[in-house]
């Protein structure tokens, strides 16, 4: 079976809410919409779509502290390598993670629900209390090289932001020679 590369995106739970006033898409796109992340709709156009939503929210929205994003990154990152994606790079921001990883066309979604599954389980194991993620995730097919490298910039870029990031190279390192000195 072929493997190709995929840019996957998910977000915490309540990151994006239908009447978001930094724009918003509908499942399938089954409604218009105006305006979008880039270009934001009129302000106070979709309020009362926003309360609506806000209201039917189990809990608040979640935003990762630098603290679990390491533990959320890793049990990703972990998991995925298990499952037998080949990850070149993973980020966790505040609400949102994104990787770059090689894996069998059908499984990107698949595997990154087993994963953020995984994640939970571990947070839950630290402390953690109440939900974490958002349905479902995004999983873009990565054309070509230049495709690849530009997502692989685009996730390291995160980093910029304070989210924690993870590259293949971060564990075929060599450990640093110290002289003796401790």
């Not at 608040?60 to 679990?68: A, C, D, R």
């Not at 990565?142 to 564990?171: C, M, P, S």
Request: glycine share 10%; with cysteine.
């Amino acid at each position: 079976m072929d493997q190709c590369w995929f840019h996957v995106t998910t977000h915490t739970y309540g990151a994006w809410l239908y009447g978001d006033p930094r724009g918003f898409r509908t499942r399938h796109h089954r409604e218009h919409v105006e305006g979008d992340y880039k270009n934001p709709p009129p302000t106070g156009m979709y309020d009362e779509e926003l309360e609506r939503s806000k209201a039917s929210m189990k809990q608040g929205p979640v935003i990762l502290s630098p603290k679990w994003r390491a533990i959320i990154g890793t049990a990703l990152k972990d998991k995925l390598l298990l499952l037998g994606a080949q990850v070149l790079r993973l980020s966790v921001n505040g609400q949102h993670v994104h990787y770059l990883a090689k894996m069998p066309p059908a499984v990107p979604r698949s595997w990154t629900g087993i994963s953020k599954k995984h994640a939970w389980f571990e947070a839950r194991d630290r402390g953690w209390t109440g939900m974490l993620w958002a349905k479902r995730s995004k999983a873009l097919l990565v054309k070509d090289r230049k495709h690849q490298l530009n997502v692989f910039g685009y996730i390291g870029d995160h980093a910029l932001e304070g989210a924690w990031l993870w590259t293949f190279t971060d564990e075929q390192r060599p450990p640093v020679a110290t002289g003796g000195l401790e």
